[in-house]
């Protein structure tokens, strides 16, 4: 869809770097704030340098000087619990996908730390929305996009996220607690505590008659 058409906001998700021209070509490039109110999402480590903090005045500064119909939001992330952090990434998004009832995501994956930027990568990925991945050069001479679902993450279905949680809540529970919480049968439950250590989100330990069961770093992109 041309840009000038779109009806619909489009939502960009960017970690915050010391250098505020990758920020800066990718809002003007995608046109973002020119025809509709677009959210941009903007992640920085927790205890952010103030070179970082820099970056986001500039950003405003440029919204106010071409009167941009852009929302900067800004989110700070612990990024050394690295899944933790896609996990907060995704919720965030999600959200905010709905409120502006956004049509696709764009991620810019240059410009801010390594770590930081597959947390985002990450995240906009496990929301499963359409949208697409913005890599520019170093010295800002090119670009290349590829689109977001060419890197796929497989979702858990929703009844394997409640048994994950509800794990989550009770990281002792067994397999008979786990069937009873859900009003589920031991024996459906026992086949997706399997698929989910398929996907590795949790571990299934067994020491003789009994079994424990691990969640993995991996579950908090869901939980």
């Not at 800066?24 to 046109?31: A, G, K, M």
């Not at 996908?97 to 930027?117: P, T």
């Not at 969640?215 to 869901?222: E, F, G, H, S, Y």
Request: hydrophobic letters at 45%; a positive charge.
């Amino acid at each position: 869809m041309d840009n000038e058409q779109r009806i619909s906001s489009w939502l960009l998700a960017a970690p915050v770097g010391f250098d505020e021209r990758f920020l800066f070509r990718t809002i003007l490039s995608l046109r973002l704030g020119l025809y509709q109110q677009d959210p941009i999402c903007l992640f920085l480590p927790q205890n952010p340098e103030e070179k970082a903090l820099r970056v986001i005045n500039y950003i405003n500064e440029m919204k106010n000087t071409y009167k941009l119909k852009i929302n900067i939001l800004k989110y700070e992330v612990q990024i050394d619990d690295f899944w933790g952090a896609a996990g907060f990434i995704r919720k965030k998004i999600e959200e905010l996908y709905l409120e502006y009832n956004c049509e696709k995501i764009y991620v810019l994956f240059s410009g801010g730390m390594r770590i930081l930027a597959l947390e985002v990568l990450l995240g906009a990925l496990a929301t499963g929305k359409p949208g697409e991945v913005i890599v520019h050069k170093e010295d800002l001479s090119g670009e290349i996009k590829f689109p977001l679902l060419f890197i796929t993450i497989k979702r858990p279905s929703p009844e394997l996220l409640n048994i994950l949680k509800t794990l989550a809540e009770n990281p002792h529970a067994t397999l008979t607690e786990i069937s009873h919480a859900l009003k589920m049968a031991k024996s459906t439950i026992s086949k997706r505590l399997r698929e989910l250590e398929d996907l590795g989100l949790i571990k299934i330990h067994r020491i003789g008659k009994y079994t424990r069961f691990e969640i993995m770093p991996t579950a908090k992109l869901w939980l």
